[in-house]
């Protein structure tokens, strides 16, 4: 009996070694960023079993994945020319090639703002969103990565009824990883009022697979095609109370006029992923004023595909970077590139300073972060740590003309994994409006030195942020 057991035991390691080798050989096949095959190869190596099933959940590609047809594509992006862009805008000379690549790589055009609006708070957000949803007269389109059962999600669900009830037509889309622990009873009240609700990528054993890992982090709100809100903020009580170091820091933006139509055409391709219903017209592209202080581009990424369109985006923002360039974001875990451009552009003079929050909602995140920072400190970049809370905003501005808000996080999941979107915007009132907040914020943080820094932590915590740094693909 003991001589069967061992030979079945015999047996399953050596089906259990050839199924790691195979994935390892696979990962190496895929050609995928270094880091990432040499993340995987020590998850598979040094974690037995476990390896697997994080690979299974976490690992597979899904480059072939059809997001939407280029033909309806093409149909939308026709549309929202038609709201009130000629497409003859152009960008000052030196950011032209910014623009054409945005253009070239997500097809996406340079829309005149009429207003172009910062919003620096969560309350602010909530109470902006609820006027212009009780203002809305055609269609509502709502999309968040994260909506919450309680006083904040049952609160704008009740707005979205009320209109509902109206004869507003009223879309949601919810992300099904991101709303894991919500009650689906929490969605279905919104359906029996005739909201059109839809999840992104459903979540359900035994199709768990990958998915798990795609993610739409995006929150975009589109009101008549006429009012648009873009940037970090989540449907859930703690982005408007605070976290119980502090308030939770966040950004928005709010569109008014053809740059709407931006936020539209993301919206309306997430709506035909989800739905499988392509959703167009004029109604949803009303004919918009021409022209604005602002020019916008929106720029979705995800995973489908080769080109990471924001992560080469925010790359080359750095390197067209003369004088400054401030960044915010709540999770530093970059790729190469973007941490090569961040050190370029530092070692060239300019002013590079990066904020993040001195404590996330990850320890080991937190980890993963401070072992990127002496690197770029070495090189010149300034890095604050903000204590007044949880910093959550996603930001970039430099030379007081090119800025961006979105969902996007300076981290891999972000960069490679994630369904996100941002709004470039060209022009000088936003990139101020940014400049001024990063300098108010600033005064909530603590810079960090570099000998401080380097001599203030223990040996267990520098080891304890290289290990983390190992995974920080895979967060």
């Not at 910014?98 to 207003?115: D, I, K, M, P």
């Amino acid at each position: 009996m003991m001589s069967g057991n061992i030979t079945l035991m015999g047996l399953f390691y050596f089906i259990y070694i050839v199924a790691v080798v195979s994935l390892m050989i696979k990962v190496v096949l895929n050609n995928r960023d270094t880091v990432k095959t040499l993340a995987w190869i020590l998850v598979l190596l040094f974690l037995p079993f476990l390896g697997l099933l994080l690979y299974f959940f976490f690992g597979r590609d899904t480059r072939r994945l059809k997001i939407i047809s280029s033909r309806l594509l093409s149909q939308l992006q026709k549309n929202q020319l038609g709201s009130g862009s000629d497409g003859q805008y152009e960008v000052e000379p030196e950011y032209s090639s910014l623009a054409t690549f945005f253009r070239n790589s997500s097809s996406v055009s340079l829309l005149g703002a009429s207003e172009a609006k910062v919003i620096l708070s969560p309350m602010e957000f909530a109470s902006l969103l609820y006027k212009e949803i009780d203002a809305a007269e055609n269609h509502i389109h709502i999309q968040f990565y994260i909506f919450e059962n309680d006083e904040f999600g049952v609160l704008l669900r009740e707005h979205l009824i009320a209109k509902a009830k109206q004869g507003v037509e009223v879309r949601v889309i919810y992300d099904s990883v991101g709303c894991l622990g919500v009650n689906k009873e929490f969605f279905e009240v919104m359906r029996c009022a005739g909201i059109y609700v839809e999840s992104f990528m459903k979540v359900r054993f035994p199709l768990l697979t990958n998915k798990v890992n795609y993610r739409n982090h995006r929150k975009v709100v589109v009101i008549d095609g006429k009012v648009g809100f873009v940037g970090g903020c989540n449907i859930a009580d703690r982005y408007l109370h605070g976290v119980k170091w502090g308030e939770w820091r966040d950004t928005m933006l709010l569109l008014r006029g053809a740059a709407v139509g931006g936020l539209q055409t993301s919206f309306l391709v997430d709506w035909y992923f989800t739905s499988r219903s392509l959703v167009c017209g004029k109604r949803y592209f009303p004919q918009q004023v021409s022209g604005g202080a602002s020019l916008v581009q929106v720029v979705q990424s995800n995973p489908v595909g080769e080109v990471r369109t924001i992560m080469t985006g925010m790359t080359k923002a750095l390197f067209l970077a003369k004088g400054y360039a401030y960044l915010q974001t709540p999770y530093f875990m970059p790729s190469e590139s973007f941490l090569h451009a961040l050190k370029s552009a530092a070692l060239s003079g300019v002013d590079v300073r990066l904020m993040i929050p001195e404590h996330s909602d990850s320890r080991l995140v937190d980890y993963a972060t401070r072992s990127y920072l002496v690197d770029i400190m070495k090189a010149g970049v300034k890095v604050y740590l903000y204590g007044g809370g949880f910093l959550h905003s996603k930001t970039y501005v430099s030379d007081d003309y090119l800025s961006s808000v979105g969902s996007v996080n300076i981290d891999f999941r972000s960069f490679y994994y994630n369904f996100e979107v941002s709004a470039f915007v060209y022009g000088k009132d936003v990139a101020l409006a940014l400049k001024e907040n990063f300098f108010e914020d600033m005064k909530s943080c603590k810079q960090l030195s570099l000998n401080g820094f380097m001599k203030g932590r223990s040996f267990k915590e520098r080891c304890l942020e290289s290990v983390a740094r190992l995974f920080s693909p895979l967060l």
